[in-house]
Protein backbone atom coordinates (compact mmCIF):
# COMPACT_ATOMS: atom_id res chain seq x y z
CA UNK A 1 0.00 0.00 0.00
CA UNK A 2 1.22 3.68 -0.89
CA UNK A 3 0.27 6.75 0.84
CA UNK A 4 -0.94 8.94 -1.36
CA UNK A 5 -0.90 13.24 -1.35
CA UNK A 6 -3.96 14.23 0.20
CA UNK A 7 -5.32 11.31 2.07
CA UNK A 8 -5.75 10.70 5.88
CA UNK A 9 -2.75 9.62 7.30
CA UNK A 10 -3.05 6.52 8.62
CA UNK A 11 -3.06 7.03 12.68
CA UNK A 12 -1.05 4.34 15.06
CA UNK A 13 0.05 3.69 18.61
CA UNK A 14 3.78 2.84 19.07
CA UNK A 15 6.17 3.21 22.01
CA UNK A 16 8.41 5.54 21.92
CA UNK A 17 12.15 5.11 23.25
CA UNK A 18 11.11 6.54 26.41
CA UNK A 19 8.80 3.60 26.19
CA UNK A 20 5.63 6.10 26.39
CA UNK A 21 2.84 4.74 24.31
CA UNK A 22 2.31 7.71 21.83
CA UNK A 23 -0.32 8.14 18.84
CA UNK A 24 -0.59 10.32 15.86
CA UNK A 25 -3.84 11.38 16.55
CA UNK A 26 -2.78 12.89 19.82
CA UNK A 27 -0.56 15.54 17.29
CA UNK A 28 -3.92 16.56 15.63
CA UNK A 29 -3.45 20.58 14.73
CA UNK A 30 -0.08 20.31 14.37
CA UNK A 31 2.02 19.42 11.93
CA UNK A 32 4.28 16.67 11.85
CA UNK A 33 7.25 14.95 10.16
CA UNK A 34 7.47 11.44 9.94
CA UNK A 35 10.90 10.14 9.35
CA UNK A 36 11.12 6.12 8.74
CA UNK A 37 14.53 4.51 9.04
CA UNK A 38 15.81 1.08 8.46
CA UNK A 39 18.17 0.53 11.52
CA UNK A 40 19.92 2.86 14.62
CA UNK A 41 23.21 2.61 14.61
CA UNK A 42 24.01 2.28 10.54
CA UNK A 43 25.82 5.17 8.49
CA UNK A 44 22.95 6.43 6.37
CA UNK A 45 20.48 6.40 8.53
CA UNK A 46 22.61 8.48 11.66
CA UNK A 47 23.37 11.02 9.01
CA UNK A 48 19.25 11.07 8.29
CA UNK A 49 18.65 11.55 12.09
CA UNK A 50 21.41 13.83 12.63
CA UNK A 51 20.62 15.90 9.88
CA UNK A 52 17.45 16.84 11.38
CA UNK A 53 18.60 17.20 14.80
CA UNK A 54 20.96 19.90 13.26
CA UNK A 55 17.94 21.74 11.59
CA UNK A 56 15.11 20.55 14.41
CA UNK A 57 15.20 24.92 14.61
CA UNK A 58 13.72 25.23 11.05
CA UNK A 59 11.10 22.34 12.08
CA UNK A 60 9.88 23.97 15.31
CA UNK A 61 9.80 27.50 13.65
CA UNK A 62 6.78 25.65 11.68
CA UNK A 63 5.37 24.07 14.07
CA UNK A 64 6.00 20.64 13.03
CA UNK A 65 6.43 17.85 15.56
CA UNK A 66 9.23 15.53 13.97
CA UNK A 67 8.84 11.66 14.93
CA UNK A 68 11.54 8.42 14.11
CA UNK A 69 10.06 5.46 13.02
CA UNK A 70 11.80 2.20 13.04
CA UNK A 71 11.65 -1.50 13.76
CA UNK A 72 14.30 -1.70 15.98
CA UNK A 73 13.37 -2.28 19.78
CA UNK A 74 12.80 0.96 22.23
CA UNK A 75 15.87 0.08 23.97
CA UNK A 76 18.16 0.08 21.11
CA UNK A 77 16.42 3.32 20.30
CA UNK A 78 16.69 4.89 23.31
CA UNK A 79 20.55 4.04 23.82
CA UNK A 80 20.79 5.44 19.86
CA UNK A 81 18.94 8.59 20.97
CA UNK A 82 21.77 9.09 23.57
CA UNK A 83 24.93 8.44 21.88
CA UNK A 84 23.84 11.07 18.30
CA UNK A 85 21.88 13.59 20.82
CA UNK A 86 18.68 13.21 19.21
CA UNK A 87 15.99 15.91 20.03
CA UNK A 88 12.87 14.36 18.86
CA UNK A 89 10.62 11.21 19.12
CA UNK A 90 11.92 7.80 18.31
CA UNK A 91 9.09 5.32 17.94
CA UNK A 92 9.45 1.51 18.17
CA UNK A 93 7.52 -0.13 14.99
CA UNK A 94 8.49 -3.47 16.43
CA UNK A 95 5.48 -5.06 15.33
CA UNK A 96 6.36 -3.53 12.09
CA UNK A 97 2.39 -2.37 11.29
CA UNK A 98 2.97 1.49 10.92
CA UNK A 99 5.65 0.73 8.54
CA UNK A 100 3.32 -1.49 6.65
CA UNK A 101 0.45 1.15 6.46
CA UNK A 102 2.15 3.56 5.06
CA UNK A 103 4.69 1.65 2.42
CA UNK A 104 7.37 1.94 3.67
CA UNK A 105 8.92 -1.70 4.71
CA UNK A 106 11.30 -4.14 2.89
CA UNK A 107 9.78 -7.64 3.15
CA UNK A 108 13.02 -8.73 2.15
CA UNK A 109 15.96 -6.94 2.78
CA UNK A 110 19.94 -7.82 3.00
CA UNK A 111 21.56 -10.27 4.69
CA UNK A 112 17.99 -12.27 4.74
CA UNK A 113 16.58 -9.74 7.09
CA UNK A 114 13.12 -9.84 6.61
CA UNK A 115 10.78 -6.66 7.19
CA UNK A 116 12.75 -3.46 7.88
CA UNK A 117 11.62 0.10 7.30
CA UNK A 118 12.37 1.58 4.45
CA UNK A 119 13.47 5.57 4.34
CA UNK A 120 10.94 6.97 3.96
CA UNK A 121 9.43 10.68 4.96
CA UNK A 122 5.95 12.36 5.09
CA UNK A 123 4.66 15.06 6.20
CA UNK A 124 1.23 15.63 7.44
CA UNK A 125 -0.76 18.33 8.09
CA UNK A 126 -2.65 19.63 11.24
CA UNK A 127 -5.76 18.61 9.80
CA UNK A 128 -4.03 14.95 9.65
CA UNK A 129 -3.75 15.08 5.58
CA UNK A 130 -0.09 13.77 3.86
CA UNK A 131 1.05 16.73 2.03
CA UNK A 132 4.38 15.06 1.35
CA UNK A 133 4.92 11.13 1.04
CA UNK A 134 8.22 10.05 -0.20
CA UNK A 135 9.95 6.17 0.13
CA UNK A 136 12.50 5.42 -0.83
CA UNK A 137 14.04 2.15 -2.43
CA UNK A 138 17.28 2.51 -2.16
CA UNK A 139 18.62 2.81 2.02
CA UNK A 140 21.82 4.52 0.54
CA UNK A 141 19.50 7.66 -0.13
CA UNK A 142 18.60 10.36 2.23
CA UNK A 143 14.99 12.05 2.18
CA UNK A 144 14.34 15.11 0.02
CA UNK A 145 15.09 17.53 2.87
CA UNK A 146 14.71 20.55 0.60
CA UNK A 147 11.46 19.45 -0.50
CA UNK A 148 10.41 18.69 3.20
CA UNK A 149 11.58 22.08 4.11
CA UNK A 150 9.31 24.03 1.04
CA UNK A 151 6.01 21.95 2.34
CA UNK A 152 6.08 23.31 5.55
CA UNK A 153 6.51 26.27 4.37
CA UNK A 154 3.64 26.41 2.14
CA UNK A 155 1.43 25.24 5.42
Known amino acids: MNIQIG ?22 GKNVILHFFPAAFTGVCTTQLC ?11 EKATVLAISV ?3 FTLAKFKEDQNLNFTLLSDFNKE ?19 SKRAAFVIDANG ?20 DKVLESL
Do not use: C, M, Q
Open 7 to 28: SPAPDFKLISSETKEISLSSFK
Open 51 to 61: TVRDAIHLYEN
Open 98 to 116: VSRAYGAIYEDWILGLKGV
Open 72 to 74: DLP
Open 129 to 148: IVVHAEVLENAGELPDFKAI
